[in-house]
């Protein structure tokens, strides 16, 4: 069993989009899994990154759909697009 | 086996409603991809396509005939026309039994089909425009062709996305060289700026922001393109006895299947379709001097079919012109081979290979002369154009210079 580090609470959910995508076994999908090994080619990028933009209400750009290669870097840019978002709603201070 | 003779050319895109106004400005390196006239609501990631701006149904057809005629089939019907027209010929009773019209469309009539779903599906209303299938099914502009002309023979449209009328242009071409038939209206069109379309599009992450740049070392996907392009084919003896002005010559067509992966490119599918299109021409690959490519824009495309052209033409890769006119009519999709067959026929005809335009730097991957940003005026005896499909679907025809 692939060893589970750091897996946060948004890396869990991350995780599961990305299993459900894929229709494989959460169980089989780490923090530190490529997708490589997990068989993800771009086109599988493509419909995991529209879950993703539909679960957490973010947008991808496409350069970003294009770099990604693994479920870590996957964890690193939702994260980076809730914290820019969330930033980007604030109100503004005077 | 018979010569197959182009005798006429009909030409419908966003840089003209006819093949010489067409061909002037593609020949001259202009870009006919701009701002989209539409640019989405919320926008669409890309802002340029290559719409045919100036194309006017009500300068071709009465308000009667566009009950029945989406877009597609109006630019295929237009085409015909002009394609027809050049060549003279009259489709009597036993030539309208010995002609074939065979055209591509990807997706045929989008506008009327999303017309329909608008109805369903965003007003309730169960009753959708009685005529929706007979002006979204992809065969209308081969159906209104036969129709205009009176052409009884052997008529069907072929869809295999980017290389649908590479397909039906390589069959026509077959049948007129067996002797099935004496001629063959052939091409295709699509008619691509539907927003359900574009949206999907837009999914697939392939269309560039801006305008394409193929074989750019900064390229960022293909741009979106309409039109149609219609070539009449003809048996070579019935066009010299007739006196008839030849275009071209179409000498080979070479089709194969990747068998690899649903949207992604390979190296030996595209270099299967170009040998086994030069094998069926009977000629060498050192005879070909310009290579139209499917040249995309996108990373994929324009990297494999690079290596492709590679492994088929060897050291004379080096000699070899390759350029994309993608860059300036754009992805025409089911129009794309039949609009660039043309492009092709009138460069061996003129002797010049039209420029891929927009290109800023060279990708070391893409290691071709793809005659950037400038035409190149030369002398040149053969000729092939390219197309590679979603699904791994290729096809390839060769050219001659009317001799």
Same mark, same amino acid.
């Given at each position: 069993?692939?060893?589970?580090?750091?897996?946060?609470?948004?890396?869990?959910?991350?995780?599961?989009?990305?299993?459900?995508?894929?229709?494989?076994?959460?169980?089989?999908?780490?923090?530190?899994?490529?997708?490589?090994?997990?068989?993800?080619?771009?086109?599988?990028?493509?419909?995991?990154?529209?879950?993703?933009?539909?679960?957490?209400?973010?947008?991808?750009?496409?350069?970003?759909?294009?770099?990604?290669?693994?479920?870590?870097?996957?964890?690193?840019?939702?994260?980076?697009?809730?914290?820019?978002?969330?930033?980007?709603?604030?109100?503004?201070?005077? | 086996?018979?010569?197959?003779?182009?005798?006429?050319?009909?030409?419908?895109?966003?840089?003209?409603?006819?093949?010489?106004?067409?061909?002037?400005?593609?020949?001259?390196?202009?870009?006919?991809?701009?701002?989209?006239?539409?640019?989405?609501?919320?926008?669409?990631?890309? $802002?340029?396509?290559?719409?045919?701006?100036?194309?006017?149904?009500?300068?071709?057809?009465?308000?009667?005939?566009?009950?029945?005629?989406?877009?597609?089939?109006?630019?295929?019907?237009?085409?015909?026309?002009?394609?027809?027209?050049?060549?003279?010929?009259?489709?009597?009773?036993?030539?309208?039994?010995?002609?074939?019209?065979?055209?591509?469309?990807?997706? /045929?009539?989008?506008?009327?089909?999303?017309?329909?779903?608008?109805?369903?599906?965003?007003?309730?209303?169960?009753?959708?425009?009685?005529?929706?299938?007979?002006?979204?099914?992809?065969?209308?502009?081969?159906?209104?062709?036969?129709?205009?002309?009176?052409?009884?023979?052997?008529?069907?449209?072929?869809?295999?996305?980017?290389?649908?009328?590479?397909?039906?242009?390589?069959?026509?071409?077959?049948?007129?060289?067996?002797?099935?038939?004496?001629?063959?209206?052939?091409?295709?069109?699509?008619?691509?700026?539907?927003?359900?379309?574009?949206?999907?599009?837009?999914?697939?992450?392939?269309?560039?922001?801006?305008?394409?740049?193929?074989?750019?070392?900064?390229?960022?996907?293909?741009?979106?393109?309409?039109?149609?392009?219609?070539?009449?084919?003809?048996?070579?003896?019935?066009?010299?006895?007739?006196?008839?002005?030849?275009?071209?010559?179409?000498?080979?067509?070479?089709?194969?299947?990747?068998?690899?992966?649903?949207?992604?490119?390979?190296?030996?599918?595209?270099?299967?379709?170009?040998?086994?299109?030069?094998?069926?021409?009977?000629?060498?690959?050192?005879?070909?001097?310009?290579?139209?490519?499917?040249?995309?824009?996108?990373?994929?495309?324009?990297?494999?079919?690079? $290596?492709?052209?590679?492994?088929?033409?060897?050291?004379?890769?080096?000699?070899?012109?390759?350029?994309?006119?993608?860059?300036?009519?754009?992805?025409?999709?089911?129009?794309? /081979?039949?609009?660039?067959?043309?492009?092709?026929?009138?460069?061996?005809?003129?002797?010049?290979?039209?420029?891929?335009?927009?290109?800023?730097?060279?990708?070391?991957?893409?290691?071709?002369?793809?005659?950037?940003?400038?035409?190149?005026?030369?002398?040149?005896?053969?000729?092939?154009?390219?197309?590679?499909?979603?699904?791994?679907?290729?096809?390839?025809?060769?050219?001659?210079?009317?001799?």
């Amino acid at each position: 069993m692939p060893e589970q580090l750091e897996t946060d609470d948004l890396g869990a959910h991350v995780i599961r989009v990305i299993a459900r995508s894929q229709r494989i076994p959460v169980e089989s999908v780490s923090l530190d899994s490529t997708f490589e090994e997990l068989k993800i080619d771009s086109l599988d990028g493509i419909n995991i990154v529209f879950e993703l933009e539909k679960e957490f209400q973010i947008e991808v750009p496409d350069e970003g759909v294009q770099n990604l290669k693994s479920v870590r870097e996957t964890v690193a840019g939702v994260r980076q697009l809730i914290e820019q978002k969330s930033q980007t709603v604030r109100p503004g201070v005077a | 086996m018979n010569r197959v003779a182009v005798t006429g050319l009909g030409l419908v895109c966003a840089l003209g409603n006819s093949t010489n106004e067409s061909w002037e400005r593609i020949s001259r390196g202009e870009c006919g991809i701009r701002p989209l006239r539409d640019p989405g609501n919320p926008p669409y990631k890309f $802002r340029f396509g290559a719409e045919a701006q100036t194309f006017q149904p009500l300068d071709y057809f009465t308000e009667k005939d566009l009950l029945l005629l989406e877009r597609f089939a109006q630019m295929a019907t237009v085409a015909a026309r002009e394609a027809i027209a050049q060549s003279g010929l009259r489709f009597d009773s036993e030539l309208a039994d010995a002609s074939a019209v065979i055209t591509g469309s990807s997706v /045929g009539g989008q506008f009327s089909e999303e017309e329909g779903y608008i109805r369903l599906y965003r007003e309730n209303n169960p009753r959708v425009a009685p005529l929706t299938i007979p002006r979204t099914m992809s065969n209308a502009g081969a159906s209104r062709i036969s129709l205009e002309f009176g052409i009884h023979g052997p008529a069907y449209t072929v869809s295999t996305a980017c290389s649908s009328s590479n397909h039906a242009l390589g069959q026509a071409f077959w049948m007129v060289r067996s002797g099935q038939v004496t001629a063959a209206v052939s091409g295709g069109s699509e008619a691509v700026f539907a927003e359900g379309l574009l949206r999907a599009w837009e999914a697939m992450r392939v269309v560039s922001p801006d305008v394409c740049r193929p074989f750019s070392a900064d390229r960022r996907g293909l741009s979106l393109g309409e039109g149609a392009g219609i070539l009449v084919l003809e048996n070579w003896d019935h066009a010299r006895a007739r006196g008839a002005e030849i275009l071209g010559e179409i000498v080979g067509f070479g089709m194969s299947s990747d068998a690899h992966h649903i949207t992604q490119p390979c190296v030996e599918g595209p270099a299967k379709a170009m040998e086994w299109a030069l094998k069926d021409a009977n000629i060498k690959p050192e005879q070909v001097g310009y290579v139209n490519a499917h040249g995309t824009g996108t990373q994929a495309n324009d990297v494999t079919e690079t $290596r492709a052209i590679h492994s088929v033409f060897g050291a004379h890769t080096d000699r070899l012109l390759v350029s994309s006119s993608k860059s300036m009519h754009g992805h025409t999709l089911g129009g794309a /081979g039949a609009i660039e067959a043309i492009i092709t026929i009138l460069a061996l005809k003129h002797g010049i290979v039209p420029p891929t335009a927009n290109f800023t730097a060279p990708d070391p991957a893409c290691d071709l002369d793809i005659v950037p940003n400038e035409p190149r005026k030369t002398s040149i005896e053969a000729a092939i154009s390219n197309t590679f499909a979603f699904g791994g679907l290729n096809a390839t025809l060769v050219f001659k210079r009317a001799l």
